[in-house]
Nanobody, 126 residues
Framework: QLQIVESGGGLVQPGGSLRLSCAAS????????IGWFRQAPGKEREGVLC????????NYASSVKGRFTISRDNAENTVYLQMDSLKPEDTGVYYC???????????????????WGQGTQVTVSS
């Protein structure tokens, strides 16, 4: 069974950090482009960052530039989202998704990703 599971979410104070993990079972994440998406309360889901099979990354949310970093550990079959200097507006459900994209590509569009996790809640509040 192909499955993606996110973990690492929680409640954190403004200025704090979290590291989200995206782990796969039944398939190899290294063979897929991986995107991190988030959905804030009352808003549509948006693409945040993605990582190509090559390891290259793209940031689609200007609000997280310089604060969020995506990386992959193929040996652990896991992709990470390091989130620093968190702000209340970063609150939301964070989703990891895997898609069959060209080696040097990833995407901000949900339709490009065929496998999704269930999401992990991130709440930034004092």
């Amino acid at each position: 069974q192909l499955q993606i599971v996110e973990s690492g979410g929680g409640l954190v104070q403004p200025g704090g950090s979290l590291r989200l993990s995206c782990a796969a079972s039944g398939f190899t994440l290294g063979s897929y482009a991986i995107g991190w998406f988030r959905q804030a309360p009352g808003k549509e889901r948006e693409g945040v960052l993605c990582i190509m099979r090559s390891g290259g990354t793209t940031n689609y949310a200007s609000s997280v530039k310089g604060r969020f970093t995506i990386s992959r550990d193929n040996a652990e079959n896991t992709v990470y989202l390091q989130m620093d200097s968190l702000k209340p507006e970063d609150t939301g459900v964070y989703y990891c998704a895997a898609g069959r994209l060209p080696y040097y590509s990833c995407s901000r569009y949900e339709k490009e990703y065929g496998y999704w996790g269930q999401g992990t809640q991130v709440t930034v509040s004092s």
